[in-house]
């Protein structure tokens, strides 16, 4: 199982980001896919949710309203659209596959900072 996330950076506060986890290993079209958050000094926290077929998601009342889930199946990539970015959204973000254990990806930073 490899999960490999991209898309994090810079960008001010009420700005945008778009997430992307790209995962090779499994069959991914069959798993819900999630994703995390761990800010310094914090635990990991979830962020989001999504089911096999993209129909059913779940948000942490935190985010809900300013990011999207979804998914592409045909790609095997998972998606995480942050819109009106708030500087206590900063965190390192991972995607998560969970089947017995847990898998993760490397993460990637994202810094709301002006």
């Known amino acids: 199982v490899q999960l490999v996330e991209f898309g994090g950076g810079l960008v001010q506060p009420g700005g945008s980001l778009r997430l992307s986890c790209v995962a090779s290993?499994?069959?991914?079209?069959?798993?819900?896919m999630s994703w995390y958050r761990q800010a310094p000094g914090k635990e990991r926290e979830l962020v989001a949710g999504?089911?096999?077929?993209?129909?059913?998601?779940n948000y942490a009342d935190s985010v809900k309203g300013r990011f999207t889930i979804s998914r592409d199946n045909a790609k095997n990539t998972v998606y995480l659209q942050m819109n009106s970015l708030k500087v206590e959204d900063t965190a390192v973000y991972y995607c998560?596959?969970?089947?017995?254990?847990?898998?993760w990806g490397q993460g990637t930073q994202v810094t709301v900072s002006s």
């Open positions: 999504i089911n096999s077929n993209g129909a059913y998601t």
């Open positions: 998560n596959y969970r089947r017995v254990v847990d898998y």
């Open positions: 290993g499994f069959t991914f079209s069959s798993y819900g």
